[in-house]
């Protein structure tokens, strides 16, 4: 399996985890929140803590090492994705802006600083599928879930790709 389908599967285990009350805190939105190399003292917002442990999870199911030109995220910023697959090598793909280009497993940095998981390309209407962290169904960047919201792809910042 690639590393994206690997990625989509992961994060889509995960659908229906919720964080306890409004707190960006919970024994799982902990763990997320340690795939990132911020202390607990400055966990936060969790949309890019979920991503980062999504990709470890899924490169470990897929047995994929981090190499010389290849680091996993550990980001706990949604934007900062972007330097992130800049720095790799050919691993990652960053297409800012990327219009209709999104594909199942890429993630995608929303102008509002967050970041989710592409279920598929957009439909006919521009509209988006994904499955995020710190979310809800009507697409909150804090919503305090994982789920599965719709946006229409005008609120895309840039994208990122796996080729692995």
């Given amino acids: 399996m690639k590393l994206s389908e690997s990625i989509v599967q992961t994060a889509l285990a995960e ?19 340690r795939a990132t190399w911020l202390k607990p003292g400055d966990w936060g917002a969790w949309c890019a803590s979920f991503v980062c442990w999504v990709i470890r999870e899924a490169m470990k199911a897929e047995n994929i090492k981090e190499t ?16 992130w697959s800049l720095a790799q ?17 890429d993630l995608v940095i929303w102008s509002f600083s967050h970041i989710s998981i592409a279920l598929g390309p957009p439909d006919s209407k521009g509209m988006l599928k994904t499955v995020d962290g710190n979310s809800n169904a009507k697409g909150s960047r804090t919503g305090g879930m994982v789920c599965e ?12 790709r796996f080729t692995i």
């Fill in 149 to 160: 919201p719709t946006r229409h792809i005008s609120l895309v910042r840039s994208r990122i």
């Fill in 15 to 33: 659908v229906g985890t919720k964080e306890l009350g409004k707190s960006n805190r919970g024994p799982r939105v902990d763990e997320y929140q």
């Fill in 68 to 83: 010389s030109g290849f680091k996993r995220p550990q980001t706990a910023g949604a934007f900062d994705f972007e330097r």
């Fill in 89 to 105: 090598d050919s691993t990652t793909q960053t297409r800012k802006p990327c219009g209709k280009d999104i594909e199942r497993g």
